[in-house]
Nanobody, 124 residues
Framework: QVQLGESGGGLVQAGGSLRLSCAAS????????IGWFRQAPGKEREFVAA????????YSADSVKGRFTISRDNAKNTVYLQMNSLKPEDTAIYYC?????????????????WGQGTQVTVSS
């Protein structure tokens, strides 16, 4: 099993930056694909980015491409989401999730373990 906990959220002005962290416990973390998702009030949960178990492959949603970067440090059991040039529409609760699948799903139903989420608010 994998247990996940997000941190790093907060209030930031438009154009600013935040770095979210997803700390994991469990022996299977280093073999898990990790994804970041977000959910704004009244909206469905949305895929943001995913990274392979080794960290060698990643991809992100078009809405954040060029602004957000996902990375991981397996020695620290942590995945990061660096968010730059933030916009008010990035405001949401951000979740990290883990799956043992060999591919990197965009579908949240393909992930088995979830953190509790961290709030990101971008003011205009």
């Amino acid at each position: 099993q994998v247990q996940l906990g997000e941190s790093g959220g907060g209030l930031v002005q438009a154009g600013g930056s935040l770095r979210l962290s997803c700390a994991a416990s469990g022996r299977t973390f280093n073999s898990a694909v990790i994804g970041w998702f977000r959910q704004a009030p009244g909206k469905e949960r949305e895929f943001v980015a995913a990274i392979s178990a080794s960290g060698g492959r990643s991809y992100s949603a078009d809405s954040v491409k060029g602004r957000f970067t996902i990375s991981r440090d397996n020695a620290k059991n942590t995945v990061y989401l660096q968010m730059n040039s933030l916009k008010p529409e990035d405001t949401a609760i951000y979740y990290c999730a883990a799956t043992a699948r060999l591919f990197m799903p965009r579908d949240s139903s393909q992930y088995d373990y979830w953190g509790q989420g961290t709030q990101v608010t971008v003011s205009s």
